[in-house]
């Protein structure tokens, strides 16, 4: 078990009266990830409702926001304690034997585009032996094939664009790992969270973005960017891609100042979990099935 | 209330072992539209597992064929009572007012490009009043602008490429239409359904595809392809897009053949409702909570 | 006649060896636009090859250079007399009568994609009056319905984007016209050029992108973007799209600095001939042969 | 050298009056392939005019049809000694070195976004040695990865979406190619022709379509589609792609029989040449200057 803090500011000047903001960056709370403590400030006294979605377990957010700024300021203490598995025991699971729930994600979405690369996908990891090795080949495949760069890519930038461009940022890199999951039958999500582990070298902390996939009945992370250290992640909210997860999506005129991100630990997950480059563990947030997500205390 | 006899059959040459195939054709079980009485017939003795999706409703089965012909035989007598509405007095609901389960089809899917939209639809629909009115005006400019065709689209075939090449099937038109709403903040999705009133000159009965907008706090139906008689349309399933209620998705080498449709009706749903030409009215097979999917008795 | 001068400054830092430079800033020398005077240095001592393109016309200009900084200084002075006609006056071509060297420019290219509209533009234009006016018609269509703004477009976008997207710069602009024209089988081509009559408070001088369609037996101006006085353009090089026309296409690990531009009028080109406001009147560079482009004295 | 016979037949309904044709499907006429004989029958008594592109030698033909039945009887007898030359003494050749007539061929076009594959060719290519191997290499590559299947793809087809899903005809072959070559600043044209040494199961002859890249100071033959005994290859017209030589541009509305080609040989051009499995050669059709294209006897 880790303890991390996370403190999130963001904020926006907003002109227009009755500007809408969807919000997801409340952490999730599941089985393996709980939230001690966690406070939240917002700066325009303004109505706002906080839902958890059926079906995903993200904590969403809404506000309708009043002209001049919109501050928010969140805070939290979060424990992580990941199901650990070992990646020999773990299998990919036959589409027949799906839960309901999961099908959704074998599906082609906004920006992964899976029903145009079956022949890719096929050629390329069709003869490798099914289970998590297979889906850690397709991990290392992308992280390898494309290169990481600011500002090569922006929001309409999909899955066979990163096929064809080879490059752009951890949205990208997460993209591309799904649909070529989905393309081999594997159901495959996309998932916002912090990221502990990063090298500060690369900058201030940020939003990332990483993937989870269904295998041996729950929902196993892989970060294709490879920036990660997935035991140091904090998991937000997850999706078919990134337009289900924005960590703010925003209806009207409005100019943004980037978010201020500050994230500690009480014990560094990855010495103390002596991850990734040692051991190789399976990790997952999940416990599997849909009850699996808890309303916050 | 109109009794609707469906009477489907699909035929496949299965060649591997081991074919997956994901079936949304059972008809929708809903508040106002019953199943009266329903038969399945699977050619080959295989295991097969019928679901509810939680979140959508649809009902989804699942079986492995084993190689040679598969046949399936799907008859089911239904009660359609749609909840009929004026159109005036049915307004937009504003973002923050969505129910949490609304939410994903504000969002872009993998047919419905809606953030790419945005600039189009806001200069062509964006000073109108807003309600049932300016939804049937996207709906009415899409079947103005867009011509039926054949055979001139396949399975890749987005809004984007509808919008740009104005031809299309009742897929086409159905993918351009939801995201046109979506790129107004309007709640939009895909539906399939059988179409009782289709004419008769077009050939014989096939799969329809349709829209249904979250408006006055449910979904209510249009018919962008102008093909269909809203009172005569059964419901399957609906979806983000047409990626998501395929009536057939199959993970195998399997040759198809065309499905053979019969429909019925004890009462002309045309002749009955004297729908639509002469009594604009707003109908709706949907009471607007996720509670409202019922399990087929 | 309009004596116009013309001041460029480009500069790069190459960093690897051998990096090839394909510039295209020599004004074009036709019948009417004469270069008077100009002047070129480039502060490496590399060899440098000056060709004209025997299809376009274009003066293209090959160097390889050295690590290090490079810097380019242009100076021309020319006279514009441009071939002035009565729009009224102008027909299309039909395309059995075109010339074999304007044959290229009724086909799609790289940014241009003409087969894809050909619905979209015979419903828009299809029933107008054939000649110069339809095509004024399609100029104009474009600038009201696509809005310009700085960096919303990139490399890659192209008119099927511009059409969907509804904003861009000059660029875009251009090829959206260009490929409705085509795909009415009227010929239209992209050309690069400066433009003495730009609204000083829009930013400083830059390159300019605008449109030439073969009317009439000639090559006739159009500015899709409007931000131009016709009668204040210098061309530059003509070519499908932007992908032949570039200023500067780089082979090779440079970084660039934004080019200065410096623009001048001995006669004020929008006063003297008092266009475009008070007069239509069509304007060409260009005297409708292959022959017509000179070479340079 | 051999003695090729060419015969073809077109047929069309013309539903329009003055529906234009824009023909390519002469032999064009080089230092390496001489038209011994030609003969042309046209059914209807319309006005046409044959012109010899000034660019890229391809012989275009233009009528204006009346309705009615279109017929057009081609027949021709050729003499082809193709250029042969070692490939390992073929070299690539700089940009600065290249003359001005092939720069085009460098510029990514409709069908070939060569602008968008830089990362993956470097990646891929870039390390091999430079040379005619190079291009054999990416030849290979492209046979290698694509499946060619009939049906699979249509005229919106481009080498991204080949490079996405792996599958297509000739075309998309050929189109892949040329992009990759371009990305790696290697000149490259997009051909067609009629194809001798194809294998008669894979259905009666038709057009083919292949690349020549600029190598060496003259172009060369590939056919990454791997159909083709290059021996046995007449060359109709060359372009920057598809787009620009079709066998067949038609403006209006008109309904196509498939064409019937007939192929023979007095010698076999794969038995006389012993070509291609026992000695690798590098053959051209060409000599190389603009001026080597001749007008027909």
Not at 18 to 45: C, K, M, W, Y
């Amino acid at each position: 078990m880790v303890r991390l803090q996370i403190s999130l500011e963001l904020a926006y000047e907003v002109t227009a009266p009755g500007s809408d903001f969807i919000f997801a960056f409340h952490a999730a709370q599941t089985r393996h990830q709980r939230i001690v403590e966690e406070r939240l400030n917002v700066s325009q006294p303004v109505h706002r409702t906080l839902t958890l979605d059926p079906a995903s377990g993200n904590r969403v957010m809404r506000l309708q926001a009043m002209p001049g700024t919109l501050r928010l300021a969140y805070d939290a203490t979060i424990d992580v304690a990941h199901h650990i598995a070992l990646p020999e025991q773990i299998g990919e699971v036959p589409v027949a034997q799906l839960p309901a729930h999961v099908l959704p994600f074998l599906m082609p979405s906004r920006y992964c585009e899976s029903d145009r690369l079956g022949r890719f996908a096929i050629s390329e990891f069709g003869t490798l032996w099914q289970g998590y090795g297979r889906v850690q080949a397709i991990r290392d495949w992308v992280q390898r094939h494309v290169t990481f760069a600011s500002n090569t890519t922006d929001g309409n930038t999909s899955a066979v664009d990163t096929l064809t461009e080879r490059v752009g940022v951890c949205r990208d890199f997460a993209h591309l790992m799904i649909a070529l999951c989905r393309a081999l039958s594997i159901p495959a999500r996309f998932t916002t969270g912090f990221d502990f582990g990063a090298d500060p070298a690369l900058g201030p902390p940020d939003f990332h973005a990483y993937v989870e996939v269904w295998l041996g009945g729950r929902w196993y992370l892989f970060d294709p960017s490879g920036t990660a250290i997935p035991m140091g992640l904090v998991r937000l909210a997850t999706g078919r891609d990134a337009a289900d997860v924005a960590f703010a999506t925003i209806f009207g005129t409005v100019q943004s100042q980037a978010p201020v991100i500050r994230l500690g630990a009480e014990t560094d997950p990855a010495r103390h979990m002596e991850w990734p480059r040692h051991r190789p563990e399976a990790l997952s947030t999940d416990a599997g099935g849909l009850d699996e997500v808890l309303r916050p205390a």
